[in-house]
């Protein structure tokens, strides 16, 4: 069974970072993309950022130029580096990734969630 393990969140104070990590595991064939959501109190679940195997990248706009999404192919591993955090991202981030695996079966797997508190 593949599963995403997600680590590196907790309480940070405006305007200080953290860093996100997501590792895919299990029988993977491929990996196609991989993505950070965020769901806030109230609010529906909402892409972030994704990385293609390739290394395009997208972001929502209000992360721009404070959130960078990378990644390690070699470890199944996206890491989400957040920057300049505000109260207002403050939610559960959620990994995600669209997997090929063995028998050329396609499977998009969703992390447990970790939630980042930016608060003073």
């Known amino acids: 069974q593949v599963q995403l393990v997600e680590s590196g969140g907790g309480l940070v104070q405006p305007g200080g970072s953290l860093r996100l990590s997501c590792a895919a595991s299990?029988?993977?064939?491929?990996?196609?993309?991989m993505g950070w959501y965020q769901q806030a109190p109230g609010k529906e679940r909402e892409l972030v950022a994704y990385?293609?195997?390739?290394?395009?990248?997208n972001y929502a706009d209000s992360v721009k130029g404070r959130f960078t999404i990378s990644r390690d192919n070699a470890k199944n591993t996206v890491y989400l580096q957040m920057n300049s955090l505000k109260p207002d991202d403050t939610a559960v981030y959620y990994c995600?990734?669209?997997?090929?695996?063995?028998?050329?079966?396609?499977?998009?797997?969703w992390g447990q969630g970790t939630l980042v508190t930016v608060s003073s």
């Open positions: 990385i293609t195997s390739g290394g395009s990248t």
């Open positions: 299990g029988s993977i064939f491929r990996i196609n993309a």
């Open positions: 995600n990734a669209e997997l090929t695996v063995p028998g050329n079966r396609y499977l998009k797997v």
